[in-house]
């Protein structure tokens, strides 16, 4: 079992940054990969950027250049750092973790960005 808890999110002004993090029940090192995901209002929940254990990271292309995934082993927490944001950046965002072949879900944190 791996427990996920997502904190950071919040209303941004459009070319503002948030940071999220999502914080989980055990060591990192052990979470073969573990990514952000999103769902605006509507719409089909959609990927958003991943990482792996090594540290190998993955972007869709609509966030690429803007945000940034980041781990800490130490605090068994990852990171998404959102610049440059924009009003369809808004969603709930979930972040998840893939470990023996299961995906778990946190429970998401809501980002709103105003124009």
């Known amino acids: 079992q791996v427990q996920l808890v997502e904190s950071g999110g919040g209303l941004v002004q459009a070319g503002g940054s948030l940071r999220l993090s999502c914080a989980a029940s055990?060591?990192?090192?052990?979470?073969?990969?573990m990514g952000w995901y999103r769902q605006a209002p509507g719409k089909q929940r959609e990927f958003v950027a991943s990482?792996?254990?090594?540290?190998?990271?993955n972007y869709a292309d609509s966030v690429k250049g803007r945000f940034t995934i980041s781990s800490d082993n130490a605090k068994n927490t990852m990171y998404l750092q959102m610049n440059s944001m924009k009003p369809v950046d808004t969603a709930v965002y979930y972040c998840?973790?893939?470990?023996?072949?299961?995906?778990?879900w946190g429970q998401g944190t809501q980002v709103t960005v105003s124009s």
């Open positions: 990482i792996t254990r090594t540290g190998s990271t």
């Open positions: 998840s973790a893939v470990r023996n072949y299961y995906t778990y």
């Open positions: 055990l060591s990192i090192s052990s979470i073969a990969s």
